[in-house]
């Protein structure tokens, strides 16, 4: 006897421990992604820190070899130029890293959400968000401390790369207008400048990369009054 698909009896539900399991292949996934990333990202930095200070030891050598002359000069600007586009683009990677995570984490918490349909009384034992908007992913990443999120940001790896980055700048500029005949307070004030326009540069990116709009909130955070 054949039963039309408008007569078979209904799927049942999938069991709660089904669901958990699913639910936490999907956590360890996002978990291994979210350590491999970052992985990557701080051997790159590890690289570009190795190289910065590699450029230091050939200048060093060089100038006791032959002495602060063209050629050094020459030396000079080549290594701070190829250090300052190699620290860009670990930067760069950094902020597509940090976005990347920022994603991560909301997918976690949403998953936490899913846990607290499975069980509500596990609440009290997060310590972690189980809202996948900016308030509740603030909250995981700060872990219920009281800590400000301008105290984040200046913390973060991306600031420490930048201001890495503005000194190469603001030293490629001095060589530069050194190389170029400035005189001595016209080589300082342009070193300065180029350092400090490199960092407001990546700045207003930072700013408009993080202000783009995101994925719709499917969870999000109660008003409290």
Known sequence: MTVSPSEAPPPQGVPDGVRAQILATEHWSLLATRSMTWSEVMSRITI???????????????????????????????????????????QIRVVN???????TVLGMNRLRAAYLDLDPGIAPYLVTSAHDDQKGLMET?????PRSTLSHIAGSTSIFLTVVNAIVAGTLGALVADAAGAASPAVAIIGVGCGLGYVAGQLVIGQRT????????????????
């Open 97 to 103: 890293a940090s976005i990347d995570d920022a994603s």
């Open 48 to 90: 570009h820190l190795t190289v910065s200070s590699a450029s230091l030891v050939v200048l060093a050598l060089f100038a006791q070899a032959s002495g602060f002359d063209t050629a050094f000069r020459v030396m000079a600007i080549g290594l701070a130029a190829a250090v300052l586009v190699m620290g860009t683009l670990t």
């Open 141 to 145: 990443y700060l872990m219920g401390w």
């Open 210 to 225: 993080f202000a783009s709009p995101r994925q719709e909130s499917r969870f999000p955070t109660p008003d409290v009054d």
